[in-house]
């Protein structure tokens, strides 16, 4: 079953609102621009189809609320809440895209360029997408909030709604360590995200890096708060 949230950078989990929607919708069809997009025909076509689709069911209330059920009865029966998707899909986007309005924002928020930095090690994609957005909606004042809404929407679509998974997966993302994050959405995968403890144990028993120890340490130790 195809997840629309997905489709559209969002999470399912956190029940986005209507504008946010509409504008995730709106910064999607931005970036798939033919002068933007450098895929071939066919697949930018594919492309606008499915955020055209999903747009057309969440944005409408009745529509959406039979989706939410559909998707919901989907996530409890396949004991799984992410996509198919790889990890890394390897789309293609113009490198000499410069848009002078982000510039311009940059010159008001210089922090905004560590957080691309931060969104780019995620997904190209996903960087592109949050600097659309936040010029179709104007909150750059919310900059980090909608930040971290992107990336925990990123995470839900790669290793599910575990919180202990997506908080591994966004250490492994975050400190470059790109390998482990594969593996870790490869198991994902094949078990399903449901199997969250299984699936640490497994991937702490591949991957004994000292750092990584230490984290696995502080979440325990948090669990038994």
């Not at 195809?2 to 559209?8: A, E, G, R, S």
């Not at 029940?15 to 709106?26: F, G, V």
């Not at 890394?88 to 309005?101: G, M, V």
């Not at 593996?183 to 004994?208: Q, R, T």
Request: aromatic share 14%; with cysteine.
């Amino acid at each position: 079953m195809k997840n629309f949230y997905h489709i559209l950078g969002l999470s399912f989990e956190s029940k986005p609102e209507k504008s946010l929607i509409e504008a995730a919708y709106k910064a999607l069809v931005k970036l798939y621009h033919p002068d933007i997009y450098n895929g071939t025909n066919k697949e930018l076509k594919r492309k606008i189809t499915e955020i055209n689709e999903a747009y057309d069911t969440l944005s409408n209330l009745p529509k959406k609320e039979v989706y939410d059920k559909k998707l919901l009865n989907f996530h409890l029966e396949k004991s799984y809440d992410f996509s198919e998707s790889k990890f890394e899909e390897k789309e293609e986007f113009s490198k000499d895209f410069l848009n002078d309005d982000w510039e311009v924002a940059s010159i008001v928020y210089p922090e905004l360029e560590k957080i691309c930095k931060k969104l780019f090690l995620y997904d190209k994609k996903l960087a592109l997408q949050y600097q659309f957005y936040l010029l179709e909606t104007k909150k750059f004042h919310k900059k980090d909030e909608i930040m971290n809404d992107f990336i925990n929407a990123f995470l839900e679509k790669k290793f599910g709604s575990s919180k202990i998974i997506k908080k591994l997966s966004r250490f492994l993302i975050e400190n470059k360590n790109k390998k482990q994050a594969i593996y870790l959405n490869k198991l994902v995968k094949v078990v399903g995200s449901k199997s969250d403890k299984k699936i640490m144990n497994a991937f702490f028993k591949e991957y004994l890096i000292s750092s990584i120890n230490i984290f696995q340490s502080l979440i325990l130790l948090k669990n038994k708060k």
